[in-house]
């Protein structure tokens, strides 16, 4: 079942496909289509072309208009194209019309988002977590499944035993899911063990985005070496490292990234790594200062934390990374046009809403190591109040420590 899930070693052709509707529209259409482009990227695979159709809603039957449809049927034909991805998740019945017009290898955002998770996964329980989450993905698909494979052989005598197969291949993919579980259950305990054997020290998790910098600033501040790329969803294992910042130790976690539209099933099927994020006492969320949607992430990830962790109030400190990469481009004095996200600085940022965090917000570039001190400062500030809290004992000897280094400067 597993190979229904794209799994590639050579480089394939795409087009990508998504649509303009009211509440999504031709700008933030286009947006999505690159972020999807570089999840296909990731995946291994070249967009070749990018088609959009403005719809009230998508089409129940093909996704697009059959105009569209017959387009980029032309154009698949016509450049040797050998996969379409769509940028929301298609029903199974879309999937069987699509392919039954396209033939060829049809995905959507869930499915490619799983092969990106599949083909990353290192761990024993990262591959669990995933392969859990490839099955109740596939679950419902089964019936597309079967119809492809009775076309590909004839319909003639395969009707009844094709409907016992699929109900067959049901018992197995459930009995296979329910083992995963019980094996996730294993995992779950395990990982509270873990957590429980590291005592009462201060807990900070990094969140955020995928491809923020989580990873580089984890390798900066913990001076290990955890997978870094340019690339989305480079981390899935979490990594949990020993951290000392002057006199005070803390345990600082590297978590998976966030993404708009975050399957469901993978959300599930990462509880124990995201327990991480649910028992951490401070929160590090890394943003992407020179993204161009770096707001709407910070949304998403806002979302995503508020439900994983239900509602709970950690403290937080945002780190804009990659200011180093920033870039605006100044209005000319007579353009009366509105000014765009393009045309702020970065210092009009910081004076923006961004102003209002006071403390709990600094300005970093974690590849050239800028204002890695001020970070240290805040995250040892934040990090001390939790450690008095279960120390109280250690305050004399925090005072013992900055009197001596105000002696020293």
């Not at 089964?142 to 009775?150: A, D, K, N, P, Q």
């Amino acid at each position: 079942m597993k190979d229904q899930i794209i799994s590639k070693e050579t480089t394939e052709r795409a087009v990508l496909v998504g649509l303009i509707t009211p509440q999504q529209n031709e700008t933030k259409a286009n947006e999505y289509l690159d972020e999807l482009a570089f999840l296909a990227d990731t995946a291994g695979a070249t967009t070749v072309k990018k088609f959009v159709q403005k719809l009230d809603n998508p089409n129940p039957r093909t996704f697009v208009g059959k105009g569209k449809l017959e387009e980029i049927k032309q154009f698949v034909e016509d450049n040797e194209i050998g996969m379409v991805i769509f940028d929301d998740d298609l029903s199974t019945k879309q999937v069987s019309n699509i392919e039954r017009e396209l033939q060829v290898k049809i995905l959507d955002r869930t499915s490619l988002i799983l092969d990106i998770f599949a083909k990353r996964a290192q761990t024993a329980t990262a591959k669990t977590q995933v392969e859990l989450a490839q099955y109740q993905y596939l679950l419902p698909r089964l019936t597309r499944m079967w119809t492809h494979l009775e076309r590909q052989r004839g319909g003639i005598g395969m009707r009844g035993p094709g409907e016992t197969q699929i109900e067959t291949d049901r018992r197995i993919i459930l009995d296979k899911i329910a083992r995963l579980k019980e094996e996730l259950k294993s995992i779950d305990k395990q990982k509270s063990i873990q957590r429980k054997n590291r005592g009462k020290l201060t807990r900070v998790a990094l969140v955020g985005y995928t491809n923020v910098g989580k990873s580089t600033l984890m390798n900066l501040l913990s001076k290990s070496d955890v997978f870094a790329e340019n690339k989305l969803f480079a981390t899935l294992d979490t990594t949990v490292r020993k951290v000392i910042i002057d006199n005070l130790p803390f345990l600082l976690t590297d978590t998976v990234g966030f993404i708009r539209k975050l399957p469901t099933n993978l959300v599930d099927s990462f509880k124990s790594t995201l327990d991480e994020v649910r028992e951490a006492d401070i929160l590090v969320h890394v943003v992407d200062i020179s993204h161009p949607q770096f707001e709407e992430q910070i949304e998403v990830v806002n979302r995503t934390l508020n439900e994983i962790c239900g509602g709970q109030d950690k403290p937080m400190i945002m780190v804009f990374n990659k200011i180093d990469a920033f870039t605006y481009t100044p209005k000319d004095e007579d353009d009366l046009t509105p000014r765009t996200r393009a045309n702020i600085s970065l210092d009009e940022l910081k004076e923006s809403w961004m102003a209002r965090m006071a403390d709990n917000c600094v300005f970093i570039s974690a590849k050239e190591q800028v204002n890695i001190d001020e970070l240290k400062n805040k995250l040892y500030e934040k990090a001390r109040e939790i450690h008095l809290t279960r120390f109280p004992y250690n305050d004399f000897l925090f005072q013992k420590y900055d009197e001596q280094e105000l002696s020293d400067q």
